[in-house]
């Protein structure tokens, strides 16, 4: 069983920035993180090889990078440009294959105030 454990989340300003981290227990092919703002559904933001290959969601690309260290084992979401409409919960996930991801942390709550 792959654990995952996010850190970083909080209350910003619009206009900040935060930075996300997920360590997972195991070295996997695939990390991505997700976000569900209140009221809505769980949202993909933007997915990361082990190759360190990223892709982005178009709500996210040119604000957030998705990046890894394979030797911590970890991922990282750092999000800049920051508005209240990014409020949500955050989510990361992993996987061994890009059709589904089969493991996810416990989520961090980002709060952007206006």
């Known amino acids: 069983q792959v654990q995952l454990v996010e850190s970083g989340g909080g209350l910003v300003q619009a206009g900040g920035s935060l930075r996300l981290s997920c360590v997972s227990s195991?070295?996997?092919?695939?990390m991505a993180w997700y976000r569900q703002p209140p009221g809505k559904q769980r949202e993909l933001l933007a997915t990361i090889t082990s190759g360190g290959m990223a892709n982005y969601e178009d709500s996210v690309r040119g604000r957030f990078i998705i990046s890894r260290d394979n030797v911590k084992k970890a991922a990282y979401l750092q999000m800049n440009s920051l508005k209240p409409e990014d409020t949500a919960v955050y989510y990361c996930a992993a996987s061994w294959t890009l059709s589904t991801f089969s493991y996810w942390g416990q989520g961090t709550q980002v709060t952007v105030s206006s």
């Open positions: 195991t070295s996997i092919s695939f």
